[in-house]
Every structure is written in C-alpha cells, then in structure tokens.
C-alpha cells in the first residue's frame, strides 16, 4: 500500500510564496501521474495541478502563471511552489497519486492526508 506525505503548508501574507512537498513511500510512484487538489471550507475539492512521470505539468486556470509542479522521480518527490498568494487560495490541498480514468473523468487511486495553506489579506 503506498503512502503520501505532504508537508509545507503554513500562513502567508498575500503575494507571499510557500512550497509544498508530497514524498511518495514506494518505488512504483514514479511511474504513476501525482498532483495536488485543494478544498476550501464549504466548498468541493478541486483540480490544483497534476504531471505525469516524465512531464509536462497540467495547471487549473486560477493557478496557471502563479504556480509551478515539479517532480523528483530519484525522491519520488512532487514540488508545488506557490508564488503571488492569493486569500483565495486558502484551503487544505491534497497530495494525489495513480491517476486513473473512470468513464469521461480522472480519479487518484491514492492520497495524502492534506496540508493547510492559509493566505492572509
């Protein structure tokens, strides 16, 4: 069973930066797509960014331009950095992993437990 491990949330001041990191446990990720969702209060979870094993990066529309994903596949390792913070962008994002397509849409087979991101105004 693999196992995602988020980290590097926090508080930020709008227009501030943070990075969040999702360490994959087994070997077998690196072959898999991996990407972040995000869950505001009240609100659905929703697409963040996602990318296969050798690349490129998809980007939702609010985050293209602000937001970059990265991947170490030697640390089976995804980087998201988060530039020009927004208070919208204030959530619980996911790690996410093994993305499988069911029907007309694509779901993760597994993920993190979350990570908070608060941007202050």
């Given at each position: 069973?693999g196992?995602?491990?988020?980290?590097?949330?926090?508080?930020v001041q709008?227009?501030?930066?943070?990075r969040?990191?999702?360490a994959?446990?087994?070997?077998?990720f690196r072959?898999?797509?991996?990407?972040?969702?995000r869950?505001?209060?009240?609100k659905?979870?929703e697409?963040?960014?996602?990318?296969?094993?050798?690349g490129?990066?998809?980007?939702?529309?609010?985050v293209?331009g602000?937001?970059?994903l990265?991947?170490d596949?030697?640390?089976?390792?995804?980087?998201?950095?988060?530039d020009s913070l927004?208070p919208?962008?204030?959530?619980?994002?996911f790690c996410a992993?093994?993305r499988e397509?069911?029907?007309s849409?694509?779901?993760y087979r597994?993920?993190?437990?979350?990570?908070?991101v608060?941007v202050?105004?």
């Amino acid at each position: 069973q693999g196992q995602l491990v988020e980290s590097g949330g926090g508080l930020v001041q709008a227009g501030g930066s943070l990075r969040l990191s999702c360490a994959a446990s087994t070997i077998i990720f690196r072959l898999y797509y991996m990407g972040w969702y995000r869950q505001a209060p009240g609100k659905q979870r929703e697409f963040v960014a996602t990318i296969s094993s050798g690349g490129p990066a998809e980007y939702a529309e609010s985050v293209k331009g602000r937001f970059t994903l990265s991947r170490d596949n030697a640390n089976i390792t995804v980087y998201l950095q988060m530039d020009s913070l927004k208070p919208e962008d204030t959530a619980v994002y996911f790690c996410a992993a093994k993305r499988e397509r069911i029907g007309s849409i694509y779901q993760y087979r597994y993920w993190g437990q979350g990570t908070q991101v608060t941007v202050s105004s």
